[in-house]
C-alpha cells in the first residue's frame, strides 16, 4: 500500500474516532437539557470599595446543611453553580474583617447576585442580614415567571393538575377547547390547553429536573407528578438560556429534594354538587338538577328558587 494510502486511512480513522468522542460527549453533556438547578454568584469588597481576593464564600443550604466553599479570585469574584433550588445562607470571611452572612430563597434556574462589602473588624463580629430586597436579575436575559411551592400547595387545583397555575403568568391563555391532535390521546392530557406569548399550545417545551418531559407525539407532557413532590416551577416565555429552545416556551419544573427533617402529606377529595351555585334564574321559576348515569338513565331533584 502506498503511503498516500496509509495517510488517508490514518486521517479517516481519527476522524472517526473524533466523531465518536464528540458524539458522546454531547450525549452525556447534562448542558444538552433545560436546567432546574441554579447559582450564586457575587463579588467581596471592603468599605472603600477596594476588591478583597481570597476571601473565603461559604454557600450552605439551611434545608440540608450541605455547604461549599471557595475563596474570591483575584478580582474579589466567587461563582456557585449547579446548586439545588432552596434556602441557603451565603457567608463571607478574611481575615482583619467582620464577617458577612446574607440569607435568601433560591428558585428554580435563577442566578442570584450578593455581594459583599466587608467592614474592618474583629473576626468573632459579624454582620448578617436574614432578608434581602428582590433586585432585578442583571447575570442573564431570561423572562419567566416563578410559581413557589407555596402557591402550589396552598392554591386549590381540581385534579391536583399544577399546569393549572400556569395560567397565574402573564401573557397566558388556557381552556380554548381541544384540537384534533390532543384529542387522540385521551385522559387529562387531551384538555391541557396552554398558549404563551400567543404561540400555539403545542409550542409549550416541559422539562423535569433538567430532564425532557415532552411527548414528542403530542407535544404536552409525558409525566405529571404530584403536587406534594413539587419544589417550584418556572414558566419562560423567551430570551431563556441556549440549553432550552425545542419550543416557544418553556414549563421548567423542579421536585423537592427533602430536607433534615421527616415530613408527611395527605389529601382527601369531595367530588359533589351540594355546594355549587345554582345558574342564575331570570324567570324565578322552579330548576331541575338531573344527573346522566353511565347506563343512560337519569334521575332529578326540585330545586326551589327564592
Known amino acids: ?73 483575584e478580582a474579589g469574584m466567587f461563582s456557585f453553580p449547579a446548586l439545588v433550588p432552596g434556602p441557603y445562607t451565603v457567608r463571607a470571611e478574611t481575615p482583619g474583617f467582620r464577617p458577612a452572612a446574607r440569607s435568601l430563597e433560591l428558585q ?59 395560567r397565574l403568568s402573564p401573557n397566558v391563555t388556557a381552556g380554548f377547547g381541544t384540537n384534533n391532535q390532543s384529542g387522540r390521546m385521551g385522559g387529562d392530557r387531551m384538555a391541557q390547553q396552554l398558549s404563551i406569548a400567543g404561540a400555539r399550545a403545542t409550542s409549550n417545551n416541559y422539562t423535569l429536573d433538567g430532564v425532557g418531559n415532552t411527548d414528542v407525539n403530542f407535544n404536552t407532557y409525558v409525566i405529571l407528578p404530584s403536587v406534594d413532590m413539587l419544589q417550584e416551577f418556572k414558566v419562560q416565555s423567551g430570551v431563556y438560556p441556549a440549553e432550552f429552545g425545542r419550543a416557544a416556551s418553556q414549563i ?21 354538587d ?15 338538577a338531573s344527573r346522566t348515569h353511565s347506563n343512560g338513565t337519569s334521575t332529578g331533584s326540585r330545586l326551589a328558587v327564592p
Open 1 to 73: 500500500m502506498s503511503p498516500t494510502k496509509l495517510f488517508d486511512l490514518g486521517g479517516y480513522l481519527m476522524l472517526r474516532h473524533l466523531c465518536s468522542i464528540s458524539l458522546l460527549a454531547a450525549f452525556l453533556s447534562p448542558a444538552i437539557f433545560g436546567q432546574s438547578l441554579g447559582g450564586i454568584v457575587g463579588e467581596v469588597k471592603d468599605a472603600t470599595g477596594a476588591v478583597i481576593a481570597g476571601a473565603t464564600v461559604t454557600v450552605t443550604n439551611t434545608g440540608t446543611n450541605a455547604a461549599r466553599s471557595m475563596p474570591s479570585n
Open 108 to 166: 428554580v434556574q435563577q442566578t442570584a447576585r450578593v455581594d459583599f462589602n466587608l467592614e474592618v473588624g474583629q473576626v468573632t463580629e459579624a454582620i448578617e442580614v436574614s432578608a434581602v430586597a428582590t433586585q432585578l436579575n442583571t447575570d442573564d436575559a431570561t423572562v419567566g415567571t416563578v410559581i413557589e411551592q407555596k402557591r402550589i400547595t396552598d392554591l386549590p387545583l381540581n385534579g391536583r393538575n399544577f399546569l393549572q397555575l400556569v
Open 252 to 272: 421548567n419544573v423542579s421536585t423537592r429534594s427533602g430536607t433534615n427533617n421527616y415530613h408527611a402529606a395527605f389529601y382527601e377529595f369531595l367530588r359533589n
Open 274 to 288: 351540594k355546594m355549587d351555585a345554582r345558574d342564575y334564574d331570570f324567570t324565578a321559576a322552579d330548576q331541575t
